[in-house]
C-alpha cells in the first residue's frame, strides 16, 4: 500500500469497500434477477404454451379420428346415428383449430404450417366424404372407400407430423427451462460465494487496518504504563489511529512534564516545609509570648480601669461637695471651674465604665440560654425609662424569637441601639420600631427609628471605637455604645450594619438560629 493510501481515513477505507461490494452485490442480483426472468419466462412457455397446443393438437387428431370412425360406420350401416361421431368431431376440430389459432398458430410458424397442413389434407378427406354420407346418396363404391382411405392416410401423416414437431417444441421448451434452473442456481450459488467472500474479505480488511493498529497502539501504550514512561508512543495505519497515537503520545509527554514540575515542587516543598517547621516553632514561641503578653494587658487594663474607679469618685465628690459649700462665694469663673472638674469626673466615670464592658465581652464567657427576644427589649427598656420620658419618645416592637444568647449582653445590644434612637432625636418625638424576620438560618433583628439619620459615607466609621459624629456638648456620650454592639454580636456569631437604603434610620443585626427550632 502506497503511503498515501495509508494515510487514509477510516470512513474513506469503508466508503471504498462499501462501494466495491455494493457494485458485485448489484452486478450479482442483476444477475440473479436475469437468471429468475429467463427461468420464468421458460416455465411459462412450457406450461401456458407449448403444453396447450399439444393438447389442442391432440384434440384436432382425435376430432379427425372420430370424423374418420362416423363416415365409415354410416358407409357401412347406413344408419343416422352412426353420423354422430362425425358431427361432434366437426364441432370438436373447430374447437381445436380456434385454440391453437389463440396459442400462436399463425400462418408463417412452423405450428401454423403444420396446422394448415392438417387441415388442407383433413379439408381434401372431408370434401371427398360428404358426398358418400349426405342425404339420399347411393351406397359408397369401393373406389370411393379406397380413395378416402387415401385421403384419410394424408390426414394421419399431417398429424402425425404436427405432434412430432410439438413434441420437439417441448422437449427443446424443457431443455430451456433447466438451463435457466441451472443458471438460477448457478448465480445464487455465485452470490453465496461473493457474500462470504466479501465477509471474510472485510474482516480481514478490518483486522489488518484497524485491529492490527490499534493492538499495536495499545501494546505500546501498555509497555508504557508498566515499565518504560520514557519510551515514545507511535501510531500506524489509518488516520484516525494514528491521530490517536499522537494525542497518547501527547499525553505522554506532558505527564511527564507534569511529573518532572511535582518532583520539582516536591523538593521545593520539602525544603519549605523544614523552613516552615522552623518559623512554626519560632511562631510558636512568639505566640506564646503573645498570649502571656495579652493576658497581662487585658488584667493591666481591667485593673487599672477598675482602680480608677475610687480616685474618680473621691474627685467627683469632692468637687461636689466643693460646688455646694462654696456656691456663691466664688466668683463666676471658679464656679465655671469646678463645673468643668465635676463633669468631667462623671465623663471619666462613664467611660471607664463603658470600657470595662468592652473588655469584658468574650474575656468570660457566660452561659448561653434560649431567652425570648421580646423579653430583652423589655429590659432595655426598663433601663432607659428615664431617656423614654425625657425625650417623649415611643417604642413599638413585633413579634420577636426566641434565641440562644448570653442574655445581659443581648439587652446591651438592645439598650445601646435604642438609646441612640432617643438621644439623636430630630424635631418630632422619637418612634422605635424593633423588628424580626428570618433568613435562612439567622435571624434578622431591625432597630429602625426616626431621628436625625446618619450619612452613608459614615456607615462603618460608627462601629469604630471612640468615634463620634457629633460634639460632646450637642449630644452626649463617650463613642463606645456602637462599637460594644458590634462585639457583642460577633461575639454570638452574628453581624452588624447601618442599612443605608432604608428610608428610615435603621440598624440592622443578625443572631443564628439554628437551635431556635426546637426551643422557641
Not at 76 to 95: C, H, I, K, N, W
Request: net charge negative; aromatic share 6%.
Amino acid at each position: 500500500m502506497s503511503g498515501d493510501a495509508r494515510g487514509w481515513p477510516i470512513r474513506r477505507r469503508l466508503a471504498i469497500l462499501a462501494a466495491v461490494e455494493a457494485v458485485l452485490l448489484v452486478a450479482a442480483l442483476i444477475a440473479g434477477g436475469i437468471a429468475l426472468h429467463n427461468l420464468t419466462e421458460a416455465r411459462t412457455r412450457l406450461l401456458d404454451v407449448i403444453a396447450p397446443q399439444r393438447l389442442a393438437a391432440t384434440q384436432l387428431s382425435t376430432a379427425l379420428l372420430n370424423q374418420e370412425t362416423g363416415v365409415r360406420g354410416y358407409q357401412l350401416g347406413r344408419q343416422p346415428e352412426f353420423l354422430v361421431p362425425y358431427t361432434d368431431g366437426m364441432r370438436s376440430q373447430a374447437d381445436a383449430v380456434t385454440q391453437l389459432r389463440q396459442l400462436g398458430a399463425d400462418p408463417g410458424t412452423r405450428i401454423g404450417d403444420d396446422l394448415t397442413a392438417v387441415l388442407r389434407a383433413a379439408g381434401a378427406w372431408q370434401a371427398a366424404a360428404e358426398p358418400t354420407v349426405a342425404p339420399g346418396a347411393p351406397p359408397v363404391t369401393a373406389a370411393q372407400v379406397e380413395r378416402g382411405r387415401t385421403l384419410f392416410g394424408d390426414v394421419r401423416k399431417a398429424l402425425d407430423a404436427q405432434l412430432d414437431h410439438l413434441a420437439a417444441i417441448r422437449d427443446t421448451g424443457r431443455v430451456d427451462l433447466d438451463a435457466a434452473a441451472n443458471f438460477l442456481t448457478a448465480v445464487f450459488v455465485v452470490i453465496g460465494a461473493l457474500v462470504l467472500l466479501l465477509f471474510v474479505g472485510l474482516f480481514a480488511g478490518l483486522r489488518q487496518v484497524i485491529t492490527r493498529p490499534i493492538l499495536r497502539l495499545a501494546g505500546e501504550v501498555r509497555h508504557v504504563a508498566d515499565s518504560d514512561i520514557h519510551r515514545p508512543v507511535h501510531g500506524s495505519g489509518p488516520r484516525e489511529i494514528a491521530q490517536l497515537g499522537a494525542d497518547v503520545e501527547a499525553m505522554r509527554q506532558r505527564i511527564l512534564d507534569e511529573v518532572a514540575e511535582l518532583e520539582r515542587a516536591h523538593a521545593m516543598l520539602d525544603r519549605r516545609t523544614r523552613e516552615a517547621e522552623e518559623s512554626n516553632a519560632m511562631l510558636d514561641r512568639r505566640t506564646r509570648e503573645l498570649e502571656r503578653s495579652n493576658a497581662d494587658l487585658e488584667q493591666f487594663a481591667y485593673v487599672a480601669s477598675h482602680d480608677l474607679q475610687e480616685p474618680l469618685r473621691k474627685v467627683a465628690s469632692f468637687c461636689q461637695l466643693l460646688q455646694r459649700r462654696y456656691q456663691g462665694l466664688l466668683d463666676e469663673r471658679g464656679e465655671q471651674y469646678i463645673e468643668y472638674a465635676v463633669d468631667g469626673a462623671k465623663r471619666m466615670q462613664v467611660l471607664i465604665n463603658d470600657l470595662l464592658a468592652f473588655s469584658r465581652v468574650g474575656r468570660k464567657p457566660g452561659e448561653h440560654v434560649v431567652a425570648e427576644a421580646g423579653a430583652l427589649v423589655d429590659d432595655a427598656l426598663a433601663n432607659l425609662e428615664v431617656a423614654l420620658s425625657l425625650s417623649g419618645g415611643k417604642v413599638t416592637r413585633g413579634e420577636l424569637p426566641a434565641v440562644r444568647v448570653e442574655p445581659a449582653l443581648v439587652t446591651a445590644v438592645f439598650q445601646n441601639l435604642i438609646g441612640n434612637a432617643l438621644k439623636f432625636k430630630g424635631e418630632t418625638p422619637p418612634e422605635v420600631r424593633v423588628t424580626a424576620e428570618r433568613d435562612g438560618d439567622d435571624w434578622v433583628f431591625s432597630v429602625a427609628d426616626n431621628g436625625i439619620g446618619i450619612d452613608a459615607e459614615y456607615a462603618e466609621r460608627v462601629f469604630a471605637l471612640f468615634q463620634r459624629l457629633h460634639t460632646r456638648s450637642a449630644y452626649p456620650g463617650t463613642g463606645i455604645g456602637l462599637a460594644l454592639c458590634r462585639r457583642i454580636v460577633e461575639y454570638h456569631g452574628g453581624r452588624i450594619w447601618l442599612d443605608t437604603e432604608a428610608a428610615d434610620t435603621t440598624f440592622r443585626f443578625t443572631l443564628p438560629a439554628r437551635e431556635d427550632k426546637g426551643n422557641a
